[in-house]
Nanobody, 123 residues
Framework: QVQLVESGGGLVQAGGSLIVSCTAS????????MGWFRQAPGKERDFVAA????????NYGDSVLGRFLISRDNAKNTVYLQMNSLKPEDTAVYYC????????????????WGRGTQVTVSS
């Protein structure tokens, strides 16, 4: 059982930047692909970004490609999401996700979820 705890959410002005982080309570953090998903009120949970177990590769949802950057520090059991050029439509609860397989891009691949952190982008 892996616990994921997100932090760093908050209110930011459109065009601004924010970093959210997720720390995992596991001794085998480097065995998990990690990802970020988001869910706005009344909407489905969407893929945002994912990073491989060693951090050597990453994937992004089309809506955030070029604006967001995912990274991880396996020594700290932490994955980060750097969000730049934020838009009001980025407003959502951002969820950290862990997958024991090689990918964390699909909802069906996710084994563990964090409880989420709210990101609100004002216009």
């Amino acid at each position: 059982q892996v616990q994921l705890v997100e932090s760093g959410g908050g209110l930011v002005q459109a065009g601004g930047s924010l970093i959210v982080s997720c720390t995992a309570s596991t001794r085998t953090f480097d065995s998990y692909a990690m990802g970020w998903f988001r869910q706005a009120p009344g909407k489905e949970r969407d893929f945002v970004a994912a990073i491989s177990r060693g951090g050597s590769s990453a994937n992004y949802g089309d809506s955030v490609l070029g604006r967001f950057l995912i990274s991880r520090d396996n020594a700290k059991n932490t994955v980060y999401l750097q969000m730049n050029s934020l838009k009001p439509e980025d407003t959502a609860v951002y969820y950290c996700a862990a997958a024991s397989g090689a990918r964390a891009r699909l909802l069906t691949e996710v084994e563990y979820w964090g409880r989420g952190t709210q990101v609100t982008v004002s216009s």
